[in-house]
């Protein structure tokens, strides 16, 4: 009786066209000529994005641990909470594999309140050679978030070019 009547909801959502639209993220990679554990190490230190991280000379708060502030001020200048990625936290890492974060929205922009999140991860895929993959999730499906979204698919393939740059010009670890 009872798969019977999931049978016959699901059919009547399958019939009505109800379905879930799929989660959006916006899904990246890059390959970098360096150990994994030099890659990632990269993306975890102040030194380490300010290197590369197109605007974060101006300003970083970075401390590697749960919860430790992941944060870059571009607008160092303007009011705490509008310099950039204020508030921006680590949610976990493993050394040398993953780093992830949430991530904040310009000033600018009507979803600046709301947080995404971003999963690094970092696999050697030769000596010296790392495959890294970025994963930016959370987005809602409202016209402002679809501003925000546009943005952010334009600006960190920028970024991942620029940590890209950094290794080929055989930069040594910060």
């Known amino acids: 009786m009872i798969s019977a009547f999931f049978a016959l909801l699901c059919a009547s959502l399958c019939a009505s066209g109800a379905t879930a639209a799929p989660p959006r993220a916006l899904e990246l990679e890059t390959i970098v000529e360096a150990p994994a554990y030099e890659s990632w190490r990269l993306w975890t230190t102040n030194d380490g994005v ?8 101006k300003g970083t708060n970075v401390r590697l641990e749960p919860g430790g502030p992941y944060e870059f001020f571009f607008l160092p200048e303007n009011p705490e909470g509008m310099r ?4 921006c936290v680590i949610l976990g890492f493993e050394e040398g594999k993953m780093l992830s974060f949430t991530w904040t929205n310009r000033p600018d922009m009507a979803v600046r309140p709301h947080r995404t ?6 696999e050697e895929i ?3 050679r790392t495959r890294v993959t970025f994963e930016q999730d959370g987005w809602g499906e409202s016209a402002d978030w679809k501003i925000a979204y546009d943005y952010f698919a334009a600006a960190w ?7 890209r740059a950094y290794f080929a010009k055989g930069a040594a670890e910060p």
């Open 157 to 163: 393939p920028r970024v991942l070019e620029s940590y």
């Open 126 to 128: 030769a000596k010296g």
């Open 117 to 122: 999140h971003v999963v690094l991860r970092f």
């Open 84 to 87: 950039g990625c204020d508030g």
């Open 50 to 57: 300010r290197s590369f991280f197109p605007g974060a000379a």
